[in-house]
């Protein structure tokens, strides 16, 4: 898998940090390759700026998805906002051509509906005035 398949910018955030190596921090901290010994021979001092740079890496890792996250959730917001509007608006058509439609129009309807699909109507519903259930 490469990055290339993913659409987000948070799965492309996810798929770097699954895959992260030292290089990569390193790059992003301006290129300077981080090597580590593993000898008693290293000092104090490089053992800190070690650590300050993966600490610095992290952070950007982490500003990083936080901003990716933020993004898809202000994405998300949005396209919830526009099905909550056409959900209302097809909700107020519907009843709008429900009180439109004759018995009989609403009956044929029913009538059509496919076997897999509930019928609204229930079998003891009081019948309104007009004879119709609906």
């Given at each position: 898998m490469n990055a290339e398949m993913y659409q987000t910018p948070m799965e492309v955030a996810v798929y770097q940090l699954h895959n992260f190596n030292i290089s990569f921090f390193s790059s992003l901290l301006g290129g300077d390759v981080v090597s580590v010994k593993l000898d008693?021979?290293?000092?104090?001092?490089?053992?800190?700026?070690?650590?300050?740079?993966i600490e610095q890496a992290m952070d950007l890792v982490k500003n990083h998805l936080m901003y990716a996250v933020r993004e898809e959730v202000e994405i998300l917001k949005e396209q919830i906002r526009e099905l909550v509007e056409?959900?209302?608006?097809?909700?107020?058509?519907n009843t709008l051509l429900k009180t439109l439609a004759s018995p009989e129009q609403l009956e044929k309807f029913q009538s059509r509906l496919s076997p897999e699909e509930p019928i609204l109507e229930t079998p003891h519903a009081p019948e309104a005035p007009g004879g119709s259930a609906v």
């Open positions: 008693n021979s290293a000092s104090g001092a490089s053992v800190v700026a070690i650590d300050n740079k056409k959900n209302s608006q097809l909700e107020r058509e």
